[in-house]
């Protein structure tokens, strides 16, 4: 269950894996390109919005569990895992789905919990080292 409509004036208020940070995250369906915006604190992140249907797609195609793999843009992020798949350029947006130079990265912190709560996917909340798989569909 989720709370927020996903607005700006009604934001997604999430938590991340391990439980240990809040916060929000919204559409932003008017800006070039849309996107969806994460604000962490006095931190915003956005990435592309079309980054929900195309995680929760590629997380389907593995059919089994993926580590998140969370990590700041300047540092690389492991193989195989959420973090690689978000700046590969084999994904549909071709690299980066993070938007704001410098802050491109933890897409794999932010963006499976947002996804558990739209039921699209089921995620570990261990202390650290959390994976990811996608709901059965059906």
């Given at each position: 269950?989720?709370?927020?409509?996903?607005?700006?004036?009604?934001?997604?208020?999430?938590?991340?894996?391990?439980?240990?940070?809040?916060?929000?995250?919204?559409?932003?369906?008017?800006?070039?390109?849309?996107?969806?915006?994460?604000?962490?604190?006095?931190?915003?992140?956005?990435?592309?919005?079309?980054?929900?249907?195309?995680?929760?797609?590629?997380?389907r195609e593995q059919?089994?569990?993926?580590?998140?793999?969370?990590?700041?843009?300047?540092?690389?992020?492991?193989?195989?895992?959420?973090?690689?798949?978000?700046?590969?350029?084999?994904?549909?947006?071709?690299?980066?789905?993070?938007?704001?130079?410098?802050?491109?990265?933890?897409?794999?912190?932010?963006?499976?919990?947002?996804?558990?709560?739209?039921?699209?996917?089921?995620?570990?909340?261990?202390?650290?080292?959390?994976?990811?798989?996608?709901?059965?569909?059906?």
């Amino acid at each position: 269950m989720v709370n927020g409509t996903g607005t700006k004036d009604d934001p997604w208020q999430l938590t991340t894996a391990p439980g240990t940070s809040q916060y929000s995250m919204y559409r932003d369906e008017q800006s070039d390109p849309p996107a969806l915006v994460c604000q962490v604190g006095s931190t915003t992140l956005k990435y592309h919005l079309s980054a929900i249907d195309d995680l929760a797609a590629w997380l389907r195609e593995q059919s089994d569990w993926v580590p998140l793999g969370a990590a700041d843009e300047q540092k690389t992020a492991a193989a195989g895992s959420v973090e690689a798949w978000g700046r590969s350029e084999n994904n549909p947006v071709g690299g980066w789905y993070g938007l704001r130079k410098g802050y491109r990265g933890r897409f794999g912190m932010y963006l499976p919990p947002l996804l558990e709560a739209l039921g699209l996917v089921e995620l570990t909340h261990d202390a650290r080292n959390n994976s990811v798989r996608a709901l059965p569909q059906g």
